[in-house]
């Protein structure tokens, strides 16, 4: 069984953890990336399905490309940050099942092409990619993650050679100036959303 965090952990992971818009100059290095992968393939997905597919950008020149096919608003943000990941999700996934779920051996067949496969392409891409956030944050690092990119011109120039993947989201990372960051936004209460039966 698992032992609460204590404070400052919750602390690092929610409570006092932003969105960044910037970062320091300090870098995020391919050992990094390595410590937080680690750690986010630990997080459950469906079946331990594992669609998602990181395209960690450390160079400029990868993140100028990128960057290229955001928004107005977010292409500055992926041009300065340290690192940048695509989340993609594989539409493919089902193909290692056999050995990611090797006690179901017809795991396969439970995802038929169409849309039940999306969805679960789709749903543990997220999972993972929050997975993400929450190890880079463990692990004393900022985010930044953000739609608002062209997914079609994205996939064009990220994925070319893996047809099967689609780019899910983005996120930078590093460590973040905190003078890039928004005052808090409204969190709702619990009565207001939740129910309890």
């Not at 977010?74 to 990611?100: C, H, S, Y």
């Not at 067949?109 to 997975?131: D, T």
Request: net charge negative.
């Amino acid at each position: 069984m698992g032992q609460p965090l204590d404070d400052a952990g919750l602390d690092t992971i929610f409570r006092t953890a932003r969105t960044y818009n910037g970062y320091t100059d300090a870098p995020v290095t391919e050992a990094d990336i390595r410590r937080i992968y680690d750690l986010l393939k630990l997080g459950p997905t469906s079946a331990n399905q594992h669609p998602a597919r990181f395209i960690w950008l450390l160079n400029q020149e990868g993140k100028d490309r990128l960057a290229e096919l955001a928004s107005q608003a977010n292409a500055p943000k992926i041009r300065k940050a340290p690192a940048t990941v695509i989340i993609g999700m594989d539409m493919e996934f089902q193909e290692n099942l056999p050995w990611l779920f090797p006690h179901a051996p017809d795991a396969k067949s439970w995802f038929p092409e169409g849309e039940m496969r999306f969805n679960n392409a789709f749903r543990n891409s997220s999972l993972q990619g929050a997975y993400l956030l929450i190890a880079a944050r463990a692990l004393g690092f900022d985010t930044g993650p953000m739609s608002g990119f062209d997914n079609a011109k994205v996939d064009a120039a990220f994925f070319a050679d893996q047809p099967s993947v689609r780019s899910n989201f983005i996120a930078t990372l590093g460590h973040g100036d905190a003078s890039t960051i928004f005052e808090r936004l409204p969190r709702p209460e619990f009565e207001r959303f939740n129910r309890v039966l």
